[in-house]
T-cell receptor, first 112, second 114 residues
Framework: AQSVTQLDSQVPVFEEAPVELRCNYSSSVSVYLFWYVQYPNQGLQLLLKYLSGSTLVKGINGFEAEFNKSQTSFHLRKPSVHISDTAEYFCAVENQGGKLIFGQGTELSVKP | KAGVTQTPRYLIKTRGQQVTLSCSPISGHRSVSWYQQTPGQGLQFLFEYFSETQRNKGNFPGRFSGRQFSNSRSEMNVSTLELGDSALYLC?????????????FGPGTRLTVL
């Protein structure tokens, strides 16, 4: 069965600092991988996705992620965060049936 | 184009009652999925509907059910509510069924069971 592990439940960081949110997945087959963001009292918004091709994926709001098959990882990065990036971030893998399996989420807290 | 809408946004019920939540997908989207989000269990898939048929089901008891109408709108029902059913229920719509179809999420319905 596929699963997703987000290694950090909370990540505090100062404004304009770089950040990396870690995600590892387990799957014996080809995967589709996603990062979603959830702002307070809102639904999920897709940040970026990896379906195939280039392992470096660029998304919205300056985020990017790198698919690493050998390490089964899909870490999310941003070189310089803003206060407005404070939110919860979810890594997800799509299983063969087309349903999303989510990690437990990482709360990113950006401090001035 | 309007996004996914969910009604109501907030709901308070007592144990033993039943509840119905509604989801209107993006115009033209034919697939609707439901997820439950709780602090302890995170985001868990409930079920997916396409062309009025349940195509995928998560690991939830039979108290959780759903349906989809011919206009693709979907409802989910929870009967005999338990305290543990308190959660944010998210609906997502996509153009089609199967892999890969980007899912667009609504704002959710927050259910509190007292």
């Amino acid at each position: 069965a596929q699963s997703v592990t987000q290694l950090d439940s909370q990540v505090p960081v100062f404004e304009e600092a770089p950040v990396e949110l870690r995600c590892n997945y387990s799957s014996s087959v080809s995967v589709y991988l996603f990062w979603y963001v959830q702002y307070p009292n809102q639904g999920l918004q897709l940040l970026l996705k990896y379906l195939s091709g280039s392992t470096l994926v660029k998304g919205i709001n300056g985020f990017e992620a790198e698919f690493n098959k050998s390490q089964t990882s899909f870490h999310l990065r941003k070189p310089s965060v803003h206060i407005s990036d404070t939110a919860e971030y979810f890594c997800a893998v799509e299983n063969q049936g087309g349903k999303l399996i989510f990690g437990q989420g990482t709360e990113l807290s950006v401090k001035p | 184009k309007a996004g996914v809408t969910q009604t109501p946004r907030y709901l308070i019920k007592t144990r033993g009652q039943q509840v119905t939540l509604s989801c209107s997908p993006i115009s033209g989207h034919r697939s609707v999925s439901w997820y439950q989000q709780t602090p302890g269990q995170g985001l868990q898939f409930l079920f997916e509907y396409f062309s009025e048929t349940q195509r995928n089901k998560g690991n939830f008891p039979g108290r959780f059910s759903g349906r989809q109408f011919s206009n693709s709108r979907s409802e989910m029902n929870v009967s005999t509510l338990e305290l543990g059913d308190s959660a944010l229920y998210l609906c997502a719509s996509s153009l089609d069924f199967g892999s890969y179809n980007e899912q667009f999420f609504g704002p959710g319905t927050r259910l509190t069971v007292l």
